[in-house]
């Protein structure tokens, strides 16, 4: 394995787009039909691999986590969309089941074929919240034309899609393994942990206050800019962002040979002390108004959970290498990086340091030209 200088490629992880909402296809004519939905028993098998883990390769040759969008997307039979949405319980305020017949209703001239046996697909009511309401009107007709429902399901392929950019990489791809609501999971990880907090965004937010919705949008707008710079940071590092709060980021470092993460999650701290010079005077109304920040690394193991319920699920780390990681960001000035012992080991003689509290030392300020 080689890795380029720095010990990090530009794109560790090889992220590749999501896949793009699929475009809307319309059937030509009722032979057209027949052929998108023939039986999904003799659709031909998905040559498609199955998700990655969590990635523990250096960043030079981590694999793509996102799957690669098929080029064309056969539709699917009904018997694949009745599998997909199971029968729910019938209830007073259920919907009436969409009836999809197989073959064109009694009465089609167009074909002297005798009707099939009707299937009957119920949809779970959460659904209707991401659909339109005409569009939940129509699949919950008493014969729902195919067409609709493509259009419900490629609906809800594009709030997939966009729901998935909110969630650390890792926990779409687990998620999506084992895509069942209320799932409540957990196992130990190791690695290395970054927790950065920035100071001056609430007198920034007070200041711009007094512009109204124009201060609220050149709020958003410097808030971006923040997150865009310190994102292209952590994905040059190979870092999985846990969490933002806008003044605060959790970064998470999967563990590598040699534990060569811990000098990934330095490095990138180290970088985004440099960009946050970029934001040191911001002009308000009232007068200039600087961020500063302040890093924390620890190397070790923790919990990572996904708990919760059906309704509302969070992912939640906790463990001796989550409490390390805070108690090094309190530690530390403005300015600085604190790193834990297990951390400094990783380092080993490449870093100048000085001993803080017991267990932590604060990093020696490293030159661009180091980065």
């Not at 099939?116 to 129509?138: C, M, N, V």
């Not at 084992?178 to 200041?207: C, H, I, K, N, Y």
């Amino acid at each position: 394995m080689t890795n380029p200088p720095g010990g990090e490629s530009e794109n560790p992880e090889g992220n590749q787009p999501r896949p793009e909402p699929a475009a809307r296809r319309r059937p030509k004519s009722l032979a057209d039909l027949r052929a998108l939905f023939d039986d999904g028993d003799t659709a031909k098998p998905s040559t498609q691999s199955p998700a990655p883990e969590i990635p523990l390769q250096p960043p030079d040759e981590m694999p793509s986590p996102r799957l690669d969008p098929s080029p064309r997307r056969r539709a699917p039979s009904p018997a694949a969309l009745q599998s997909l949405f199971g029968e729910s319980e019938k209830t007073a305020e259920s919907p009436p089941p969409a009836v999809l017949p197989e073959t064109p209703v009694e009465g089609d001239r167009r074909s002297g074929e005798e009707p099939s046996e009707k299937i009957h697909l119920t949809f779970p009511e959460g659904i209707q919240a991401y659909l339109s309401p005409d569009l939940w009107r129509k699949i919950n007709s008493d014969s729902p034309r195919r067409g609709v429902l493509m259009n419900a399901l490629d609906r809800l392929r594009s709030v997939l899609y966009i729901l998935s950019t909110f969630l650390p990489n890792h926990l779409y791809q687990e998620k999506m393994r084992r895509a069942v609501p209320g799932l409540v999971s957990g196992q130990m990880v190791a690695g290395s942990l970054l927790f950065a907090d920035v100071s001056g965004f609430t007198a920034l937010s007070e200041r711009l206050a007094s512009l109204g919705p124009q201060g609220a949008e050149k709020l958003t707008s410097i808030m971006n800019e923040y997150f865009a710079a310190m994102l292209d940071i952590l994905a040059r590092s190979g870092g999985i962002l846990l969490k933002f709060a806008g003044d605060a980021t959790l970064v998470y470092f999967p563990e590598q040979e040699n534990g060569i993460q811990a000098k990934w999650a330095v490095r990138a701290g180290q970088r985004m002390l440099q960009a946050i010079s970029a934001f040191s005077k911001i002009e308000t109304p009232t007068g200039v108004v600087g961020l500063r920040m302040k890093i924390g690394v620890a190397t070790g193991e923790f919990l990572a959970a996904s708990i919760g319920s059906a309704s509302r699920m969070e992912y939640a780390i906790l463990g001796p290498a989550v409490a390390q990681t805070m108690k090094a960001e309190s530690v530390a000035s403005v300015g600085q990086l604190v790193v834990n012992e297990l951390t400094m080991a990783r380092l080993g003689q490449e870093q100048g340091s000085s001993a803080l509290a017991a267990g932590f030392s604060a990093l020696a300020t490293a030159g661009e030209q180091e980065l």
